[in-house]
């Protein structure tokens, strides 16, 4: 017959112990299992953010540059249908923007492309992963830093937000697009001619426009209406205003006179650089050898078109 060699009282008191234990070790795994769930949770949600804001940061831009390319659209169609340059333009881009309207008149160009609109659409992709989007503080500035783009700058306080309170992004955001200004049509020959002359601005494929005797490059610069950097010359955001003054980021083209005789302009008898022919300036100028008969530069740019030694 076995032996009891456990009294009863100490017995139970060993299995309370060890009920106790196991109870304990369930209750740590439990809670140890918990916090390594809640930890992955979190570090999914943290990447699906990180996700989500490489994505704003890359649609931004585009969407900064689609307003800023309609604006610049708005501006010209305005210039054309008032006769009249654009007024203070960083405001009246700012106004654009942020508003939608232009002299306080609705633009239905910029519906949906707005700053309110940039932010709606923003929390539209933002409600597929349960985020909020908010943009506090913005600038918007236009300039141009090389004569062929047109740079819009934006800044503000960007952030955002799991609706769980979980994760939260913020930061001031600064980024920038750069809009071509090529094919956009030339603001001074549209108000010099009333609307009846236009002219798009492509640059020229000439480095070299005279060689010796030899001016057909010149000849077709001049016929194509195409345009060369000239830092005597006015910017494209320059002539958008009507300013003929020179600027470091400057464009210029030759007028081509037949294009305004054929509309019943009369021509002047003045150099053919544009800023200049369509300006009250008239500095000395003189008929260039092997060019059409009407064809005069000025002595400033006798040496940036190669016709020194070709003056008549």
């Known amino acids: 017959?076995?032996?009891?060699?456990?009294?009863?009282?100490?017995?139970?008191?060993?299995?309370?112990?060890?009920?106790?234990?196991?109870l304990s070790l369930f209750i740590i795994s439990y809670s140890t299992y918990s916090v390594f769930q809640d930890r992955e949770s979190t570090t999914k949600r943290i990447k699906t953010m990180n996700?989500?804001?490489?994505?704003?940061?890359?649609?931004?831009?585009?969407?900064?540059?689609?307003?800023?390319?309609?604006?610049?659209?708005i501006f010209e169609k305005r210039i054309f249908e008032t006769g009249n340059y654009i007024e203070d333009l960083n405001s009246t881009f700012e106004e654009a923007f942020f508003n939608g309207t232009v002299y306080s008149l609705?633009?239905?160009?910029?519906?949906?492309?707005?700053?309110?609109?940039?932010?709606?659409?923003?929390?539209?992709?933002?409600?597929?992963?349960?985020?909020?989007?908010t943009l506090l503080n913005p600038k918007i500035e236009i300039t141009q830093e090389d004569p062929w783009n047109v740079k819009i700058s934006f800044t503000g306080d960007l952030m955002i937000q799991d609706k769980g309170q979980l994760v939260l992004w913020n930061r001031t955001y600064y980024d920038k697009t750069f809009i071509s200004i090529e094919n956009f049509e030339d603001p001074i020959y549209a108000i010099n001619s009333g609307g009846l002359v236009t002219n798009s601005i492509n640059?020229?494929?000439?480095?070299?426009?005279?060689t010796g005797s030899d001016v057909s490059n010149l000849i077709s610069h001049l016929e194509g209406g195409y345009y060369k950097a000239s830092s005597s010359a006015p910017s494209?955001?320059?002539?958008?205003?009507?300013?003929?003054?020179?600027?470091?980021?400057?464009?210029?083209?030759?007028?081509y006179i037949p294009k305004l005789s054929s509309q019943?302009?009369?021509?002047?008898?003045k150099t053919d650089v544009d800023y200049i022919y369509f300006s009250t300036s008239n500095p000395t100028s003189h008929k260039i050898q092997g060019m059409p008969s009407w064809f005069k530069l000025d002595d400033e740019h006798l040496d940036d078109y190669g016709v020194e030694g070709l003056v008549i």
């Open 1 to 22: 017959m076995a032996l009891n060699l456990i009294p009863q009282g100490k017995k139970a008191m060993f299995f309370t112990i060890l009920a106790i234990a196991l």
């Open 236 to 255: 494209f955001l320059d002539r958008l205003e009507g300013k003929t003054t020179s600027n470091p980021y400057g464009i210029e083209s030759l007028v």
């Open 203 to 210: 640059r020229t494929p000439y480095q070299t426009f005279v």
């Open 106 to 133: 609705d633009e239905e160009l910029m519906e949906g492309v707005d700053f309110e609109g940039i932010v709606l659409s923003l929390n539209e992709k933002a409600k597929k992963i349960n985020a909020n989007v």
């Open 264 to 269: 019943g302009i009369t021509p002047k008898d």
């Open 51 to 73: 996700d989500f804001i490489h994505l704003v940061e890359e649609d931004l831009p585009r969407q900064l540059y689609i307003a800023g390319f309609r604006i610049i659209f």
